[in-house]
T-cell receptor
Framework: AQSVAQPEDQVNVAEGNPLTVKCTYS??????LFWYVQYPNRGLQFLLK??????LVKGSYGFEAEFNKSQTSFHLKKPSALVSDSALYFC????????FGAGTRLTVKP | NAGVTQTPKFQVLKTGQSMTLQCAQD?????MSWYRQDPGMGLRLIHY???????DQGEVPNGYNVSRSTTEDFPLRLLSAAPSQTSVYFC?????????????????FGNGTRLTVT
C-alpha cells in the first residue's frame, strides 16, 4: 500500500524568502505524486503533479516540486514566498486510489 | 462552472441518527471518492467509485455506505451516526479515460460538509 509522510506540521517563512515543504513517500512501483493546497473553509486545490520525466515539476502560482527517487522525496518549493501563500499544503501519492499526508501549515509573515 | 457540489455545508446529528451527504459533479468524471478530514490526520479515503454501478472501500469505510447509480452523483450515507464521525467530509472526482482509478489525474474537490455528531 502507498503512503505519504509530511514531517513538518508547520513551516514559517518571511515574505520574499524561499520556501520548502517536505514530503516523502512509499509506494510499490512507479510513484504518481501530487501537491494540493487548501485555503480556509475550502476543498483542496491541485497545484502540480509528477508522473514521469523531468524531476523538477512546475505548477500553479509559481510553485515547483523536485522528485528524488533515491530519497523517495517530493518536496514543494517556491523561490520567493508571498503572504497569500499561507495555507495548508498536502502531498499525495496515487496508485489505485489517492492517499494524502497529514498536511503542513505554511505561514508567510510580512 | 459548478464542478463538484456538496450539500449540506453544515450538519448536526444526534448519536444514532442517519443521514445522507450529497455529492454531484458536472464534469462527466468517472472516478469519484469520499474523504474525511480530521486535524493532524490529513485526508482519509472512505469509499470510492470508478464508474456507475461500481464502488469500493477505502481506508476507513466502517459506518458509511455509498452507491453510484449515475455518473454525476455519489451520495455518502451514515447509517447510525457516532461522535467519532464528527469530521469534515470532502467529495472529489477526477477524469479517468479508461474507467480505471485516478492514478495520474488530479482530484477536483467540493467545498466540504462539516458534520458534528453529539
Amino acid at each position: 500500500a502507498q503512503s505519504v509522510a509530511q514531517p513538518e506540521d508547520q513551516v514559517n517563512v518571511a515574505e520574499g524568502n524561499p520556501l520548502t515543504v517536505k514530503c516523502t513517500y512509499s509506494v510499490s512501483g512507479n510513484p504518481y505524486l501530487f501537491w494540493y493546497v487548501q485555503y480556509p473553509n475550502r476543498g483542496l486545490q491541485f497545484l502540480l503533479k509528477y508522473i514521469t520525466g523531468d524531476n523538477l515539476v512546475k505548477g500553479s502560482y509559481g510553485f515547483e516540486a523536485e522528485f528524488n527517487k533515491s530519497q523517495t522525496s517530493f518536496h514543494l518549493k517556491k523561490p520567493s514566498a508571498l503572504v497569500s501563500d499561507s495555507a495548508l499544503y498536502f502531498c499525495a501519492v496515487s496508485s489505485n486510489d489517492m492517499r494524502f499526508g497529514a498536511g503542513t501549515r505554511l505561514t508567510v509573515k510580512p | 462552472n459548478a464542478g463538484v457540489t456538496q450539500t449540506p455545508k453544515f450538519q448536526v446529528l444526534k448519536t444514532g441518527q442517519s443521514m445522507t451527504l450529497q455529492c454531484a459533479q458536472d464534469m462527466n468524471h468517472e472516478y469519484m471518492s469520499w474523504y474525511r478530514q480530521d486535524p493532524g490526520m490529513g485526508l482519509r479515503l472512505i469509499h470510492y467509485s470508478v464508474g456507475a454501478g461500481i464502488t469500493d472501500q477505502g481506508e476507513v469505510p466502517n459506518g458509511y455506505n455509498v452507491s453510484r447509480s449515475t455518473t454525476e452523483d455519489f451520495p455518502l450515507r451514515l447509517l447510525s451516526a457516532a461522535p467519532s464521525q464528527t469530521s469534515v467530509y470532502f467529495c472529489a472526482s477526477s477524469y479517468s479515460p479508461q474507467g480505471l482509478s485516478s492514478y495520474n489525474s488530479p482530484l477536483h474537490f467540493g467545498n466540504g460538509t462539516r458534520l458534528t455528531v453529539t
